[in-house]
């Protein structure tokens, strides 16, 4: 779908269709589309126990409170633009940087707390990162819902198995990024959760590898489990009616992608200029 036509709510409303509790991490590249993520899904109704925040420097927190103290940003502001939208060490926060991560918002249940407060294995930040419904997070500090390889990964590895995944703006990463993506992704196949990928522009070789990197995590869950289930893929666009089909393939997909991208394409040509610079 094109600028400013809905992605970051659509996203979310596709998601909740096909899951009455709806649990989901939202992924930005950037600090400044998490916040402005976050306050729009305030405005769809979410209240603070429902939606947390997650960035991974709270003075930018701070600074977008101040100067938005209706939790409302201009589209335009490039304030924080300067913020890499690249992962760090291979997409992974250290372990001084994750004591300084923000989470915004949220709640924990009293049952979780007991729990927890039994076993001893998560503080309060972490408790809020799984328990919340709604997870609106930079993409790097949400990366180890991914990686199973150290045991302070739980709390990650406990939100993954339980949520769906929207990354936004998938087309912002370099090639390293979507290396560790296509990891995460793999994770969320495994789990068969459900991911949507957001963008304007999202290409076929991207599209198509992180098709791949789901099918193999569904693969791996399907040989554990013995079963043979297949991916149920959509694309959806605001210039043409939503397509969802069971895909078999990846050149199956490959092909699918294809003719959506050109449908896609003959609906925007015929609905003409919508600016002008």
């Not at 930018?60 to 490039?78: C, E, G, L, S, T």
């Not at 709640?107 to 328990?131: F, G, S, W």
């Amino acid at each position: 779908a094109g600028l400013g036509s809905g992605k970051t709510l659509c996203s979310v409303k596709i998601m909740a269709s096909f899951k009455p509790s709806m649990r989901v991490v939202y992924a930005s590249p950037l600090r400044s589309l998490t916040l402005q993520s976050g306050s729009a899904f305030e405005s769809i109704g979410f209240s603070d126990d429902e939606m947390a925040t997650i960035i991974g420097d709270p003075l930018i927190q701070k600074i977008y409170d101040v100067q938005n103290p209706k939790n409302r940003i201009d589209a335009n502001d490039d304030t924080n633009s300067h913020q890499q939208n690249e992962l760090t060490a291979m997409g992974e926060i250290s372990e001084e940087e994750e004591h300084s991560i923000s989470v915004s918002g949220g709640y924990t249940p009293a049952e979780l707390q007991e729990r927890v407060r039994i076993l001893k294995c998560l503080d309060e930040k972490n408790m809020r990162m799984v328990a919340t419904p709604v997870l609106a997070a930079t993409l790097d500090t949400v990366i180890k819902l991914g990686d199973g390889r150290r045991g302070s990964y739980i709390s990650h590895l406990l939100r993954i198995a339980s949520s769906d995944m929207i990354i936004d703006e998938v087309d912002m990463y370099s090639s390293i990024d979507l290396i560790v993506i296509g990891r995460l992704i793999e994770a969320c196949g495994f789990w068969k959760s459900r991911v949507i990928l957001s963008s304007a522009t999202l290409s076929p070789i991207i599209a198509n590898a992180l098709f791949q990197s789901y099918n193999a995590g569904l693969a791996m869950r399907n040989c554990m489990d013995g079963t043979d289930q297949k991916p149920l893929t959509g694309w959806f666009s605001n210039v043409t009616p939503p397509l969802l089909k069971q895909m078999t393939s990846s050149a199956k997909f490959a092909e699918t992608h294809s003719d959506f991208a050109k449908s896609v394409v003959s609906g925007t040509v015929g609905s003409g200029k919508r600016k002008v610079a």
